[in-house]
């Protein structure tokens, strides 16, 4: 099971893996932030990038914040980083 922090911009031209942003990775969804639409559409994404089902990515922090950690089950940190490219190093 890997874990993943991402920064959501919701209500975007289209949906996209965009980068690391700090510690962060910056996801884009064209749903809009309301009754959880945003939320779904990043798990998708991400689960669909990762090659795993739906399912197997969750929200375990941030449910109704951009700021939000994922679980994703049946993925490693290494799989991660070879998906989305390397996590950027601690600041300090």
């Not at 809009?32 to 969750?58: F, N, Q």
């Amino acid at each position: 099971m890997a874990t993943l922090h991402v920064y959501v911009t919701p209500k975007s031209g289209r949906d996209e893996v965009a980068g690391w942003r700090g510690g962060e990775l910056s996801v884009r969804v064209t749903a809009p932030p309301e009754d959880g639409k945003a939320t779904a559409a990043v798990c998708k994404l991400i689960a669909k990038t990762l090659g795993v089902a739906k399912g197997a990515a969750r929200v375990t922090r941030g449910e109704v914040s951009r700021h939000k950690t994922l679980e994703i089950d049946g993925v490693s940190d290494i799989e991660v980083e070879a998906a989305f490219g390397e996590r950027p190093g601690a600041l300090f």
